[in-house]
């Protein structure tokens, strides 16, 4: 999100108005960063928008409250917060509204390789290859970046330096993932019946 640094136009405290319609303001206008926002907006950011030394997790906890029996709902992901429709109202969005370019369609394989990433990052296609036992196709490289799951990452110190990949943040939103450290461990993905044991 790209960030206009003119503060002296947004009055943060708000001294004018009574406490509570205070609160109540900087609620709305962290709603309204969150809605205009395509990414996860960092607490940083929202500090922005509200008074000197306020605590932005508690009107962040104030505002999911407020949220609540609503279509949508505030979800932390990636490092910050973002506004999304709630998972039940999925088939209804999928009937009325284009959202196809927004649809993942990963197939099984796709979805193995972006994990393996996920865990092994950053990895080069010979440490895929390493993995699976045998060679991961470009196209499917190229599928997971197209939909910015992926990125490239530093160049190995190997023989010909080759490309790493990693994840990103739009995977991390895409699985519901506050931060790497959220991917299921080995145990629980064997618990699932996801990997042998």
Excluded: C, N
């Excluded at 996860?40 to 508690?58: C, F, M, N, Y």
């Excluded at 369609?105 to 699976?132: C, N, S, W």
């Amino acid at each position: 999100m790209a960030k206009d640094h003119t503060d002296q136009a947004l009055d943060r405290e708000l001294e004018d108005l009574p406490e509570d319609l205070r609160w109540r303001e900087w609620m709305r206008r962290i709603e309204a960063v969150l809605f205009a926002s395509a990414s996860p907006v960092p607490r940083e950011d929202l500090a922005r928008v509200v008074g000197q030394g306020i605590s932005v997790d508690l009107l962040i906890d104030d505002l999911v409250t407020d949220l609540e029996g609503r279509s949508f709902e505030l979800a932390k992901v990636a490092g910050g917060w973002m506004l999304r429709t709630r998972p039940a109202y999925a088939t209804a969005i999928r009937m009325a509204a284009d959202v196809a370019d927004q649809d993942l369609d990963l197939r099984e394989y796709d979805v193995a390789v972006l994990a393996a990433i996920a865990y092994h990052q950053p990895v080069t296609r010979d440490g895929l290859k390493d993995i699976f036992g045998k060679e991961i196709s470009r196209d499917l490289i190229g599928r997971l970046h197209a939909r910015g799951l992926i990125g490239t990452g530093p160049r190995s110190p190997r023989r010909g330096a080759p490309y790493t990949y990693v994840t990103t943040e739009q995977f991390l939103v895409a699985f519901d993932l506050e931060s790497l450290q959220d991917l299921p461990d080995q145990e629980q993905l064997e618990d699932a019946g996801l990997t042998e044991t």
